[in-house]
C-alpha cells in the first residue's frame, strides 16, 4: 500500500472477481469471491479494496481487508478465494459506483470487479440468494423479485388449470379417487383440499 497512484499489473496475473452483485444491502456484511489464475503466487500483504469507481490511487480506499493466502493448486489451474467486508466498514447507500480491487503487496492493482451501489431494498427490488451448482461451489446469483412472483403465479395457475381438467364433469374418476393417488403423481390431498373446497367438488361427497 506504499504507492499513491495506481499502477496495474500486466494482465496475465488478472484477478478475476466473481459473482458481483449490482446491489447490496446496507449494514449486511458482504462476502467478496475471486479467482487467482496459475502461477500467482499470494502473499498476506496482498489486499482487496472497495473503492469508487473513478478512484485513481491505491490509497482511495473505503474499506479493504487482508487477502486469504490459499494453497496454490498442484495441477497449476486458477484457484478460488474469498473475503468478508465487516457490515460497518460498508459505504453508507447512494447512487454512487463502487468496485473491488485486487492490490499486491508491490502496491499494483491486480484486478477490479464491475461496479456495483449500496442501495436500501425496496419492495420490488433485486434478490440476491446463493444456489449450489454441480461443482459444490456457491453461486451469486441477482434476480427481479417481479420476476420471482410472476414465475410463481403462472406455476399456481398451471396447477389449478391442471385440477379443473382433472374434475370436470364427465372426465375422469371423482374426487375421492384422486385423493388415493400416489405422492409422485403430485396431486396429494392438501393440494386438492385447497384448490377445490369441500363444496365446489364434482363427484359423489
Known sequence: MEESSISRAPSRCGVSFLNVARTYIPNTKVECH???PPGTV???SDWIGIFKVEAACVRDYHTFVWSSVP?????GSPVHASVQFQAS???????QLYQFRYVNRQGRVCGQSPPFQ??????MDELVTLE???GGSDILLVVPKATVLQNQLDESQQERNDLMQLFCPGRGP???QWLNLPPESGFGVTRIEEAFPRGNR????
Open 202 to 205: 364434482i363427484g359423489p361427497s
Open 118 to 123: 449500496f442501495r436500501e431494498p425496496r419492495p
Open 71 to 75: 494453497e496454490s493448486a498442484a495441477d
Open 132 to 134: 449450489e451448482t454441480d
Open 42 to 44: 499470494p502473499s498476506a
Open 174 to 176: 371423482s374426487w375421492k
Open 89 to 95: 466498514y460498508l459505504p453508507k447507500p447512494g447512487a
Open 34 to 36: 475471486y479467482t487467482l
